[in-house]
């Protein structure tokens, strides 16, 4: 995972900063399915059930998977 074209490791604070914008449905089917778990599994899993979220997560994060 990259933020600015450089790896870092998504913490809990900017993930909740995220969970605001994703699709409650969505989120909480990930969430029964694989807590507990990283952060940046939880945004992984989530990306592969809504592929249109990792386009807003780097217009508005610069976050790249």
Do not use: G, N, W
Request: charged fraction near 35%; include cysteine.
């Amino acid at each position: 995972m990259k933020i600015y074209h450089e790896d870092f490791e998504l913490t809990q604070d900017l993930m909740d900063a995220i969970v605001v914008f994703m699709d409650d449905e969505i989120r909480e089917k990930i969430h029964c399915a694989l807590a507990p778990c990283t952060p940046a599994d939880f945004l992984k899993a989530y990306v592969k059930e809504d592929p249109d979220f990792e386009d807003f997560l780097y217009s508005e994060f610069s976050i790249e998977l």
